[in-house]
């Protein structure tokens, strides 16, 4: 039997991994207009890590994370999400020193053993940004401000942004004591799960799903209410930052999101198209968790954006750009013996920065003229027993017809002239056909 990708892998075929770089272009060009810089982590870390950093109570460490022994018996774990790794390596490799904040972003597959659907993969494509070493309620603004940035150059404008503070560890402790008071009051009422994370975790009940749950957290007594002075001037700043910038949001105050380590800002870009409403992106201010991890006690800010499901809102939303890298020149050889200097044209035109394609498979002038077509190329050169006696070559324009012979001694300079500025490809090249063909 003919072997398959494994279950909840996918591969990226050409046409798809065209669309994928002008994504990441996009991300990381604004990355680096807000002072964000690349950090690139192992796939694998040590088990440890997930368990400080991502909690070994979660869903995520507890069930979905790949972890095995290697062949010097450590516990290794491919990593579930980005966070971790990028607070370990700030921490290993003292990054705080060339001054604080440490803006870095990151890009790359992540994996959890999850149930395989539209959208979500065992082996997922995170992008994310994480802003260390400043409290400051503007850098939260400035990570919010680049998340939804992106998403409206990517043209992903059905999104709604919901915003919580979930308070520090000064006042969100007796908070949580008075959420898990209610909770117990209303235990019957409660699925099993959330009743177990009513004693562990009771902030993490409001991310239950079930109706039955909500309907009890609907009526629970609230962060916002229990903030201390602290957080809810942070907040405030926050929001008259997003408010200064003109980015809509809601107050959402049962958002929480899945994981312990947020501390004050939550936030999370909702996509708008579906009932569903999936999150686009998502992320927090986590101020203890370089201390978890253990460097100094260094706040941080950041989100994560799910590539997956970016593609396939610009799919649903047919705003996915076409990207075929274009040919610009196809030279065609009449026979084998023309096919040397035929390669050698070729290879000269990709040394002066012009896209061209030769024909591999011993095809006739005719087939040669039809792949050419096919590949959508303006320019073919024609490389015959007569142009080879003259030193010369054929340049056919493939949508007029037009044809001209030029020295060969000249072609390589007047096409490198003609493709050196992509961005008037289409006026050059109408330009040039004429001026070539002398008109
Ligand atoms: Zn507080
Ligand atoms: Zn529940």
Not at 67 to 80: A, K, M
Request: net charge negative; proline share 4%.
């Amino acid at each position: 039997m003919a072997l398959q990708a494994p279950r909840g892998t996918r591969d990226l075929l050409p046409e798809e991994t065209g669309q994928w770089q002008y994504v990441e272009t996009t991300m990381r060009t604004l990355c680096a207009r807000y002072g964000f810089q690349e950090l690139r982590t192992p796939i694998f870390e040590y088990t440890q890590l997930f368990d400080r950093g991502v909690g070994s109570d979660t869903d995520i460490v507890e069930k979905e994370m790949y972890t095995f022994q290697d062949r010097g018996g450590r516990s290794l774990s491919l990593r579930p999400e980005g966070t971790a790794g990028v607070v370990r390596a700030f921490v290993e490799h003292h990054l705080e020193e060339a001054g604080l904040p440490v803006k870095l972003y990151y890009l790359g597959p992540m994996f959890r053993y999850e149930r395989p659907q539209a959208g979500r993969q065992r082996q997922f494509h995170q992008f994310g940004v994480e802003a260390l070493g400043s409290e400051d309620p503007y850098l939260d603004v400035e990570v919010i401000d680049l998340g939804w940035t992106i998403l409206q150059a990517l043209k992903i404008d059905a999104i709604r942004l919901e915003i919580n503070c979930i308070g520090c560890h000064l006042c969100r402790p007796a908070y949580e004591k008075t959420l898990k008071t209610y909770l117990q009051d209303h235990r019957d009422q409660l699925c099993a799960d959330c009743q177990r994370r009513s004693e562990t975790n009771p902030l993490r009940t409001f991310d239950c799903k079930r109706s039955s749950c909500q309907a009890v957290l609907a009526e629970a007594p609230r962060i916002s209410d229990a903030l201390c002075d602290a957080c809810q001037q942070h907040f405030e700043t926050l929001c008259s930052g997003l408010d200064m910038l003109g980015i809509p949001y809601q107050k959402t105050a049962t958002l929480v999101r899945g994981l312990d380590y947020y501390t004050r800002t939550v936030f999370e870009f909702k996509e708008t198209l579906t009932a569903e409403a999936a999150t686009v992106c998502g992320g927090g201010r986590y101020d203890h968790l370089v201390a978890e991890i253990g460097g100094k006690d260094q706040p941080g800010v950041g989100f994560g954006i799910g590539m997956e499901r970016v593609m396939l809102l610009l799919e649903q939303a047919s705003r996915m750009p076409s990207t075929r890298e274009p040919i610009d020149v196809y030279v065609a050889f009449a026979s084998p013996q023309q096919q040397g200097m035929a390669f050698d044209l070729v290879s000269q035109l990709r040394r002066q920065g012009v896209a061209a394609e030769i024909d591999h498979g011993r095809r006739s002038l005719k087939a040669q003229m039809r792949a050419a077509a096919r590949k959508g190329v303006r320019l073919v050169l024609l490389l015959g027993e007569e142009e080879v006696a003259e030193q010369a070559v054929t340049l056919r324009d493939m949508e007029t017809g037009a044809q001209r012979r030029i020295p060969r001694t000249e072609i390589v300079q007047l096409l490198h002239q003609q493709f050196s500025s992509p961005d008037a490809i289409e006026l050059q090249m109408r330009g040039a056909v004429h001026e070539i063909n002398g008109c």
